[in-house]
């Protein structure tokens, strides 16, 4: 007997050594013993097949426990009948049933918060779709995330945001209803099935878990932080389909309400144009794969002109891309990049970019590429993170034999700062090979100056939104002299974005602002508009 058998039969194998089996497992059968198969059992496991207990096993103490068991011939082949024993395994059912139950538990429910998890969750809106459709009953579904948690983790640590989120948790299950369902789908990322509610009903309870979360002080070892959710609520019934669109359409009214200013809340309506505009977007990365694929990324570019114009070095332009839409109109890209961007999908953008990009400079006349200064190509933050970006850089490089000293890559303050020693190590391997790079929209983000001496850049673009003011704004203007000024002591060269007017130009050229780009020198056009000026001397 090992030591299991000792503590569910109540008997010691050293009292018992010697003793009859059925005075030691003593059973009522509830169904016939399994025997095992001819080779003999796995040590530890019962016969395929066997469910719910065999029989009801009664300890020494008189308590009768259920078990499963399975018995068979102990020996080997060599062994007479007379030295034959019989072997018997077991096992405490009730034990096996709760440990059924906790792994059943454990795969429907949040093991920190005890709320349903993603999968659940989808279940149960899988239901109340089908009571929409066969009774017409309508839902409402809010979907909601914490505006400042990423703030409580990096300042108090995990813990402290574990603490926080079993708060949430905890705080729904005040509002919700006997049939409501509520769930943790995401990092901070909450959801609650309102069941049986309309619009206005579900939209007073959402009210009163605002207001709930914004009259609480999260504290945590002497810091204080309050707690704000942007929200975004699908009252739904039997126009949605699946599940997934229901969560699809949450999100995206949640994004919106976080869009629109934080501690929000946006009701989604399927005849709201930003709405709409928003499920397109995330529609179009969803399929980013066949839209590539089918063209439906086009190349455009806008020329980048030195200060003064007399200082022509060659054709200098910026990558940029417009979408076809459905009816075979060009579109603004900007809301399909924020849903790539969200969906952490637009690396996937910028490798199409390069890609294209090199493959057409590349069926260039080698005399034409000759009079091209510039290229400049944007690479996004998730880029940057992604693991091999420097080797299909330098294979798409060498793929279309573009020489380096013509690519410049542009990457945003906010994201080279944010990484900055794995960007610092990609600019110093591409640009041993030549390569240059830019700052784009530097001023925008939260960078120091200082920052600015440790990495190789070779332009730094000061972002449009200080530029079209410096006219009217003293402040604005200093700025824009003073990224010259820094610049120019770094030996990095200075871009002015968003020049719309020749006055705009004529006060950036007296600052020292080397080039300019916008709407004064034109509009962007099909890349292969601008590259046909390579043609002419000096690419003008």
């Not at 097949?49 to 029989?55: E, F, K, P």
């Not at 949605?240 to 929000?264: I, M, N, T, W, Y």
């Not at 705009?504 to 000026?533: C, E, F, R």
Request: glycine share 8%; hydrophobic share 40%; proline share 4%.
């Amino acid at each position: 007997m090992n030591a299991t058998a000792e503590r569910l039969t109540g008997e010691s194998f050293e009292d018992k050594r010697g003793a009859p089996l059925d005075e030691v497992f003593r059973v009522r059968p509830v169904s016939p013993p399994t025997p095992f198969p001819s080779e003999g059992p796995t040590s530890g496991q019962l016969p395929a097949g066997l469910h719910g207990h065999t029989a009801l096993l009664e300890r020494k103490d008189g308590q009768i426990v259920a078990i499963r068991h399975a018995t068979g011939i102990a020996g080997t082949a060599e062994s007479t009948p007379e030295r034959a024993g019989k072997l018997v395994v077991f096992r405490d059912a009730n034990v096996e049933q709760l440990l059924s139950l906790q792994i059943a538990r454990q795969a429907r429910y949040d093991a920190l918060t005890g709320l349903l998890n993603r999968h659940a969750f989808a279940e149960r809106i899988e239901h109340a779709l089908a009571q929409s459709r066969e009774r017409g009953v309508r839902h409402a579904i809010v979907y909601f995330d914490l505006d400042r948690f990423r703030l409580v983790n990096t300042t108090c640590g995990h813990d402290a945001g574990d603490d926080l989120l079993q708060w949430v948790a905890t705080r729904l299950h005040e509002i919700m209803g006997p049939q409501d369902a509520a769930g943790r789908i995401g990092g901070d990322e909450f959801v609650v099935l309102l069941h049986g509610r309309d619009t206005l009903e579900a939209e007073q309870v959402v009210r009163k878990l605002q207001r709930t979360l914004h009259e609480f002080r999260f504290g945590w070892q002497k810091k204080t932080f309050p707690v704000e959710a942007s929200m975004g609520l699908v009252p739904f019934g039997a126009e949605f389909h699946r599940a997934a669109e229901v969560l699809g359409a949450a999100d995206q009214a949640c994004r919106l309400a976080k869009d629109s200013g934080r501690g929000r809340l946006q009701i989604y309506m399927n005849d709201d144009q930003d709405m709409a505009r928003s499920r397109r977007a995330m529609q179009w990365v969803a399929s980013i794969q066949r839209h590539l694929a089918d063209g439906r990324l086009r190349l455009f570019a806008q020329e980048i002109h030195a200060l003064p114009p007399t200082k022509r070095r060659g054709l200098h332009f910026e990558v940029l891309v417009r979408v076809v839409g459905d009816e075979g109109q060009l579109e603004s890209p900007v809301g399909i990049i924020q849903a790539a961007e969200d969906s952490r999908m637009m690396d996937e953008i910028d490798r199409y970019v390069v890609q294209r990009t090199l493959a057409t400079l590349g069926a260039l006349p080698k005399e034409h590429l000759k009079n091209l200064h510039t290229c400049a190509i944007n690479l996004s933050a998730l880029s940057l993170l992604r693991e091999g970006l420097l080797d299909f850089l330098v294979e798409q490089l060498g793929k279309y034999k573009v020489p380096a000293t013509k690519i410049c890559f542009e990457i945003t303050e906010t994201a080279a700062f944010a990484n900055l020693q794995e960007v610092l190590w990609m600019m110093q391997e591409l640009g041993a090979m030549g390569c240059r790079f830019a700052i784009d929209d530097f001023g925008s983000g939260h960078a120091s100056y200082g920052y600015l001496e440790s990495l190789p850049v070779d332009y730094v673009k000061i972002d449009g939104m200080f530029v079209r003011s410096m006219l009217d704004s003293p402040l604005h203007r200093a700025i824009v002299e003073s990224v010259q000024r820094i610049g120019g002591m770094l030996g990095i060269e200075t871009v002015a974005e968003s020049v719309e007017t020749q006055p705009m130009a004529d006060m950036l050229s007296n600052m020292g602002i080397h080039y300019a780009q916008g709407w004064l020198y034109g509009k962007p056009k099909p890349i292969s508009d601008v590259l046909a000026t390579l043609v002419l001397p000096g690419g003008k």
